[in-house]
């Protein structure tokens, strides 16, 4: 099985920068496109952005575009979500996922490894 794990969140302030990683212990993951989602208490889980499996091709929501950004270095068997200028609305659990495809998009169906979630927090 396919097992992601996530790293790198905590509690900034506003304006102040993260970055975080996401790895797979399994080969496969380097060949699988990989989404960033984000939830807060009381919304539904909200599509961050997505990278496919040469990092080529990069989608981000609107809420974020030109903020975060996001990279990955197959070498490495990373994928990382670098986050530029955060708000408190950007407050939530982020969640890396990996597609069954090696190309996705925004639709939660694609995805079908999960981690476990980090905890970001940003304080006005």
């Known amino acids: 099985q396919v097992q992601l794990v996530e790293s790198g969140g905590g509690l900034v302030q506003a304006g102040a920068s993260l970055r975080l990683s996401c790895t797979a212990a399994d080969s496969s993951f380097v060949n699988r496109a990989v989404g960033w989602f984000r939830q807060a208490p009381g919304k539904e889980r909200e599509f961050v952005g997505d990278?496919?499996?040469?990092?080529?091709?990069?989608n981000y929501a609107d809420s974020v575009k030109g903020r975060f950004a996001i990279s990955r270095d197959n070498s490495k068997n990373m994928v990382y979500l670098q986050m530029n200028s955060l708000e408190p609305d950007d407050t939530a659990v982020y969640s890396c996922?990996?597609?069954?495809?090696?190309?996705?998009?925004?639709?939660?169906?694609?995805?079908?490894?999960w981690g476990q979630g980090t905890q970001v927090t940003v304080s006005s």
């Open positions: 996922a990996a597609s069954r495809f090696n190309t996705a998009g925004s639709r939660l169906s694609d995805y079908l490894y």
């Open positions: 990278i496919d499996w040469k990092g080529l091709f990069i």
